[in-house]
């Protein structure tokens, strides 16, 4: 998984409560990226960051916010989280060619 | 919005057969690449084709592209058990290249029976 880890690897949750996925990278990479899979949708950008404190949002940003302090860290929180984010959570980087992706092992979030 | 559409969502063959899948995609791109799933793991990226590119080829995959019908398709040919996944396409947004994420398709679930 190309040095890529995320936790929690499963998480279930309720309504309004606020949510952060991490992802650590070992790689010294600049980009990192969150997605979210979801059934017939496939994986949609939520957020992606090009630098420590660099970040912009990606298609589905909408009730989520990222940070990135450090190179190996990027962030993900769902600052009230409701049941429509429930589904797969994947962080990426990018490898030495800057378009392929590398992808972590995904977070399942359950939100009741 | 979905830049990449898959066909067909669902495919299922015997094992020695090749599978082919497509993709359409709608805005012009830098490049266009294949990921694979299986169930329950991140993807695994198998192969990037240039725009500039016609074909191209990795072991058992070969994967063409169509700028002029914003088409791609890949190829595995004499399949095995283990090729049973999930297949993705996906494409950057020209201006920014991949850097600022990509945008994958729904997928072609693909089933290799023994």
Redesign the interface.
């Known amino acids: 998984?190309a040095g890529i880890t995320q936790s929690p690897r499963h998480k279930v949750t309720e309504t309004g409560t606020p949510v952060t996925l991490r992802c650590h990278q070992t790689e010294n990479h600049r980009?990192m990226?969150w997605?979210r899979q979801d059934p017939?949708?496939?994986?949609?950008?939520i957020h992606?960051s090009?630098g420590v404190k660099d970040t912009?949002k990606?298609?589905v940003s909408d009730g989520y916010s990222v940070s990135r302090s450090k190179t190996e860290d990027f962030l993900l929180t769902l600052e009230s989280a409701t049941s429509s984010q429930t589904s797969v959570y994947?962080c990426?980087i990018?490898g030495l060619?800057?378009?392929?992706?590398?992808?972590?092992?995904?977070t399942r979030l359950t939100v009741l | 919005s979905q830049q990449g559409e898959e066909d067909p969502q669902a495919l299922s063959i015997q094992e020695g057969e090749n599978a082919t899948m497509n993709c359409s995609y709608k805005t012009s791109i830098n490049n266009l690449q294949w990921y694979r799933q299986n169930s329950g793991r991140g993807l695994v990226h198998l192969i990037l084709i240039r725009s500039n590119e016609r074909e191209k080829h990795s072991g058992r995959l070969r994967v063409t592209l169509d700028t002029s019908k914003k088409s791609s398709s890949l190829l595995i040919t004499a399949s095995r058990a283990a090729d049973t996944a999930s297949y993705f396409c996906a494409t950057d947004a020209r201006s920014g290249g991949g850097a600022d994420g990509l945008t994958f398709g729904k997928g072609t679930h693909l089933i290799i029976q023994p």
Not at chain 1, 40 to 45: A, E, M, N, P, Q
Not at chain 1, 97 to 106: E, V
Request: net charge negative; glycine share 18%; hydrophobic share 20%.
């Open positions: 998984d980009y990226y997605y017939g949708h496939g994986l949609r950008l992606y090009y912009d990606g298609e994947f990426a990018t060619i800057t378009d392929t992706q590398y992808f972590g092992p995904g």
